[in-house]
């Protein structure tokens, strides 16, 4: 398996991920009325900014999820499926960069909400 290289992959990782994420029914009332094709392209472009040093992408990710009602159950399994959708497509490096940050990603929004 070859490791995330373009954004390409990362577009392949971000649609095979949000496609797990509408199918959990722990996540699916997260996400429901979010827009996916306006969304899409947004996290393809944050991914790349974080897994290719594209430059650009300057927005806030937790204040623009700081209104969700999330739970630590929520972002746990957001976590896991994050990290066995990367692995079911890719190895390397970057992917584990990927599921670090995705992990980091989660961790800061459970501090920052008193989640823990």
Do not use: C
Request: proline share 3%; glycine share 2%; hydrophobic share 45%.
């Amino acid at each position: 398996m070859q490791d995330i290289q373009s954004t390409d992959d990362i577009a392949l990782l971000v649609e095979r991920f949000y496609d797990a994420v509408l199918s959990n029914e722990l996540l699916t009332p997260f996400f429901a009325q979010l827009d996916f094709e306006h969304h899409k392209p947004r996290m393809v472009h944050f991914w790349s900014f974080v897994l290719l040093d594209e430059p650009g992408y300057t927005t806030n990710i937790f204040d623009k999820h700081a209104h969700m009602p999330l739970t630590v159950d929520a972002l746990n399994a957001w976590t896991a499926l994050f990290e066995s959708t990367a692995r079911s497509l890719f190895s390397g490096e970057k992917t584990e960069q990927a599921i670090l940050r995705a992990k980091t990603i989660a961790w800061t929004f459970k501090e920052k909400m008193h989640l823990s």
